[in-house]
């Protein structure tokens, strides 16, 4: 091989590499180059660092085009060198979301006809068939233990109460002051019972029912609002809304043609009589899943570990260089909040909307709110075209000394975290309610 040989091989393949990032973003340009800081971060910087790097490969001197190559294919090493070390420290987690279980756990899993590994409703309704809203499966399995996530050996799991949510089934002996709506956020994933957010929020002193499950999105959660919420009949509900996914949650839920029912006025959300059917389907579902292990294979294609792992999405977002997809319009967001309103103050009730920021707003040290605040300024438009008002945790969140620490490795709350979230709903139904309790420990 020729010095000339060596420059171009050297330079070739970190300039390829940087142009794998404009060809993608250009591929998939409504979501990564159609906005102008996207178009700079994924198109423009990496596009002409990869395009120099191959001009220098083919037109600088042999010695040069060596030095430099060299130099860019080692800084291109190490960064994937540190990748993988952060990859291998998450591969666990990933595992654990998944609900791998170690042989002792899955025989567990197995004899226990009562425990069922966790789910979420859009797969479940899915798998069976469901093609009418007043049929669909819009809760979990009453008094059934759920299996959360394992963590550290352990299964995390609760007993769903009568309705299929993680509570304790006396919370609705008394009037409900609180339902959360919302995913595994609400649902408290991987935290112990009486650690989740809705456990926080009534050790502060308000009566809440969490009506959240996995993989929910706003306008399931409509629909869970318009089944339940005049059963229930609480003073206030919360729809805590999740920067990280609930925006894709919802433009997979507006493809579902019976779900795009519950935003009309007439929509017939059903009851869980109405259900059954399609909940013992699902239930049989969930049975035939036990005996399904977790593999290597589940980890490359049930989750992005190996695509983020090229993009060195962990590098990046350490450094505060990831960038969200863009947020597109979705004019039935903001029907889905007047829907949820009008069904809320139908039985006198007032409706919130709770913002909770993605972690990655608070990892590295050039962590940036500018290409997450247009989904957030989206939302919050939507919810004052409403009248509606916000709980925005980002700035409550923001203003804490280390933010990172509300946060658990799996990307949802922490104990800390769901403690810090109870706080702020609490000092909200105080402002709504003139007298309202919170405890010492909350205040």
């Keep these: 091989m020729t010095k000339r040989q060596l420059g171009l091989l050297v330079c070739a393949v970190p300039g390829l590499y940087l142009l794998l990032s404009p060809i993608?973003?250009?591929?998939?340009?409504?979501?990564?180059?159609?906005?102008?800081?996207?178009?700079?971060?994924?198109?423009?910087?990496?596009?002409?660092?990869?395009?120099?790097?191959?001009?220098?490969?083919?037109?600088?001197?042999?010695?040069?085009?060596?030095?430099?190559?060299?130099?860019?294919?080692?800084?291109?090493?190490?960064?994937f060198l540190f990748e993988a070390m952060h990859t291998v420290s998450v591969v666990s987690v990933r595992f654990e979301m998944l609900g791998q279980l170690s042989e002792a756990q899955a025989d567990t899993l197995r004899r226990n006809k009562n425990m069922?590994?966790?789910?979420?409703l859009r797969s479940l309704n899915r798998l069976s068939g469901t093609d009418e809203l007043p049929e669909a499966l819009l809760s979990g399995f009453p008094s059934t233990q759920v299996v959360l996530c394992t963590s550290k050996g352990g299964l995390v799991s609760y007993t769903a109460d009568r309705y299929g949510f993680n509570n304790p089934d006396d919370v609705y002996n008394r009037r409900l002051d609180l339902i959360l709506l919302g995913d595994s956020f609400v649902e408290g994933f991987c935290l112990p019972p009486g650690e989740d957010l809705a456990s926080s929020v009534r050790a502060g002193g308000a009566t809440t029912a969490s009506i959240g499950i996995r993989g929910n999105g706003p306008l399931v959660e409509l629909a869970m609002l318009g089944r339940f919420g005049a059963v229930l009949r609480p003073r206030h509900v919360m729809m805590v809304f999740v920067e990280g996914n609930d925006w894709e949650n919802l433009e997979r839920e507006l493809a579902v043609p019976w779900l795009r029912e519950a935003l009309s006025p007439d929509?017939?959300?059903?009851?869980q009589s109405t259900a059954q059917a399609t909940m013992r389907e699902a239930r049989s579902i969930l049975a035939e899943r036990k005996n399904t292990p977790v593999t290597g294979i589940d980890l490359l294609t049930r989750t992005s570990l190996l695509r983020n792992f090229v993009a060195l999405q962990q590098t990046l977002a350490r450094l505060g260089l990831v960038y969200p997809k863009?947020?597109?319009?979705?004019?039935?967001?903001?029907?889905?909040?007047?829907?949820?309103?009008?069904?809320?103050?139908?039985?006198?009730?007032?409706?919130?909307?709770?913002?909770?920021?993605?972690?990655?707003?608070f990892i590295g040290p050039l962590s940036s709110d500018q290409p997450f605040d247009p989904?957030?300024?989206?939302?919050?438009?939507?919810?004052?075209?409403?009248?509606?008002?916000?709980i925005d945790l980002h700035e409550a969140i923001r203003a804490q000394a280390e933010p990172i620490l509300l946060y658990a490795p799996d990307a949802h709350f922490s104990r800390a975290g769901a403690k810090f979230a109870a706080n702020e709903i609490l000092r909200s139904i105080a402002t709504k309610e003139t007298g309202f309790p919170i405890s010492a420990e909350n205040k």
Aim: aromatic residues 12%; hydrophobic residues 50%.
């Design 24 to 79: 993608y973003a250009l591929l998939h340009y409504q979501l990564f180059a159609a906005e102008t800081p996207h178009f700079i971060r994924y198109v423009l910087i990496p596009g002409l660092l990869g395009a120099a790097l191959i001009a220098i490969g083919l037109l600088a001197k042999p010695r040069f085009s060596a030095l430099v190559g060299i130099s860019a294919s080692s800084v291109l090493f190490a960064l």
């Design 116 to 120: 069922v590994p966790g789910f979420t």
């Design 267 to 271: 929509a017939n959300y059903g009851f």
């Design 326 to 361: 863009i947020a597109g319009s979705k004019p039935e967001f903001r029907k889905i909040l007047h829907r949820a309103k009008e069904l809320t103050k139908s039985w006198g009730g007032t409706f919130t909307l709770v913002y909770v920021p993605r972690m990655d707003r």
């Design 375 to 390: 989904l957030r300024r989206r939302v919050r438009d939507a919810a004052a075209a409403e009248g509606i008002p916000v």
